[in-house]
T-cell receptor
Framework: DAKTTQPNSMESNEEEPVHLPCNHSTISGTDYIHWYRQLPSQGPEYVIHGLTSNVNNRMASLAIAEDRKSSTLILHRATLRDAAVYYCILTAYNFNKFYFGSGTKLNVKP | EAGVTQFPSHSVIEKGQTVTLRCDPISGHDNLYWYRRVMGKEIKFLLHFVKESKQDESGMPNNRFLAERTGGTYSTLKVQPAELEDSGVYFC????????????????FGPGTRLTVL
């Protein structure tokens, strides 16, 4: 199981950017990096994913280190609705199950 | 497009009773997953169906848990008999792709079923 390490919690002010780090030093060459988040009393929700190159979508950006041993989820302007637990997850070829760690609990202050 | 639905949203049962959880995946999704979070712990994988076949059931905790997906559509997860430590939230997810494409595929999660065993 490819492991990820994330800070337990982070805090941000509303409308400011947030950088959520994830370390995955044992990542394999074909492992994808996924980010999901879980809002209170809801199921996990897809945020973004990537393999080697940085990725952008309407929700966030994903910056992947050149050696792929770490990545950063970037929320460009945090809103109160972004308060959630964010999970960094690796998936391997033909092993699609997700390994959820403890994630990072993001608190957004108004 | 309807998302993943789970029923019931909450179930309270006595120890030793049987409970059946149901998951309806997104239409057309061949992959269906069950996960659970027990109190204070991380979300853990239980098993993975591809259509009606069990692709991976390495996360099933013991033989009190039985998952089925007849016809490759909805799935049920039966716990018989339920124990106190089975209390938690059970999530179902579905996705479309397989193999290498599966590794990059998005899993869509349902809202979960909260199971309380007294």
């Amino acid at each position: 199981d490819a492991k990820t390490t994330q800070p337990n919690s982070m805090e941000s002010n509303e409308e400011e950017p947030v950088h959520l780090p994830c370390n995955h030093s044992t990542i394999s060459g074909t492992d994808y990096i996924h980010w999901y988040r879980q809002l209170p009393s809801q199921g996990p929700e897809y945020v973004i994913h990537g393999l080697t190159s940085n990725v952008n979508n309407r929700m966030a950006s994903l910056a992947i280190a050149e050696d792929r041993k770490s990545s950063t989820l970037i929320l460009h302007r945090a809103t109160l609705r972004d308060a959630a637990v964010y999970y960094c997850i690796l998936t391997a070829y033909n092993f699609n199950k997700f390994y959820f760690g403890s994630g990072t609990k993001l608190n957004v202050k108004p | 497009e309807a998302g993943v639905t789970q029923f019931p949203s909450h179930s309270v049962i006595e120890k030793g009773q049987t409970v059946t959880l149901r998951c309806d995946p997104i239409s057309g999704h061949d992959n269906l997953y069950w996960y659970r979070r027990v109190m204070g712990k991380e979300i853990k994988f239980l098993l993975h169906f591809v259509k009606e076949s069990k692709q991976d059931e390495s996360g099933m905790p013991n033989n009190r848990f039985l998952a089925e997906r007849t016809g490759g559509t909805y799935s049920t997860l039966k716990v018989q008999p339920a124990e106190l430590e089975d209390s938690g939230v059970y999530f179902c997810a579905s996705s479309q792709e397989r193999g290498l494409a599966g590794a990059r595929d998005t899993q869509y999660f349902g809202p979960g079923t909260r199971l309380t065993v007294l």
